[in-house]
């Protein structure tokens, strides 16, 4: 297996961590985004979209999702579990992950798309689009923030995918500056704590 990787960009992050937290080790071969090695012929047969992170199996096939690698990895190395071990821990997992990628994730993705200068000469930017994400982002993070309250990691007491995919959304926030309410003291807490560990430098 190889796994074709973009230091700097949050999906490939956060497959990195999730590999770390695991103790999974797959040879990476970095593909970079900046120059549009994604774009070119050679990539778009293993990922028509051009996106990162792809998993290449030993018989040349691909998958080109971030978690489904994930579950695949998941189903060949299930310890530490990564998804939950009952019904409702797997749904809580699941649930809290979504929250994070779609309402957090794609929030500060929309905003680095329509404020960067880098992104500048590749779409139309919109400061509307932009300021619009930023007000959605503020109340997801409060609601992400009440639901993580005291405990230790995103989604109970153990991490989990939802611990990678926030950490490589805030990771992502960092760079695109886009501050996190300080008011959210539970995700800051959170945050703080996550760096210390060993998977957040993968």
Same mark, same amino acid.
């Given at each position: 297996?190889?796994? *074709? ?12 961590? *999730?590999? %770390?937290?695991? =103790?999974?080790?797959?040879? $990476? ?21 051009? @996106? ?5 199996? +030993? +018989? =040349? ?10 579950? *695949? ?17 797997? %749904? ?35 400061? +509307? ?8 982002? @503020? ?6 923030? %009440? ?8 989604? @109970? ?25 300080? %008011? $959210? ?6 945050? @703080? ?10």
């Amino acid at each position: 297996m190889k796994i *074709y990787d973009f230091v700097g960009a949050p999906n490939p992050k956060k497959l990195r961590v *999730y590999l %770390a937290e695991k =103790g999974i080790t797959i040879p $990476c071969e970095q593909v970079n985004l900046v120059s549009g090695e994604n774009r070119q012929p050679p990539f778009l047969k293993k990922n028509p979209l051009g @996106g990162l992170p792809v998993l290449e199996l +030993d +018989d =040349g096939t691909c998958l080109t999702e971030s978690l489904a690698i994930m579950q *695949y990895l998941e189903e060949l190395h299930p310890t530490p579990p990564m998804i939950g071990t009952t019904p409702l821990e797997r %749904a809580r997992v699941r649930e809290m992950e979504r929250i994070v990628e779609f309402g957090v994730m794609s929030r500060v993705a929309t905003v680095f798309q329509n404020t960067h200068p880098f992104m500048a000469n590749r779409l139309k930017q919109s400061p +509307d689009a932009a300021e619009n994400a930023r007000n959605q982002l @503020g109340t997801i993070l409060k609601t992400v923030d %009440a639901r993580i309250g005291e405990k230790a990691f995103a989604a @109970g007491e153990r991490p989990s995918i939802a611990d990678c995919t926030l950490y490589a959304a805030f990771e992502f926030a960092d760079f695109a500056q886009v501050p996190i309410d300080p %008011a $959210c003291t539970n995700l800051a807490r959170w945050y @703080g704590d996550f760096k210390k560990r060993p998977s957040a430098s993968a």
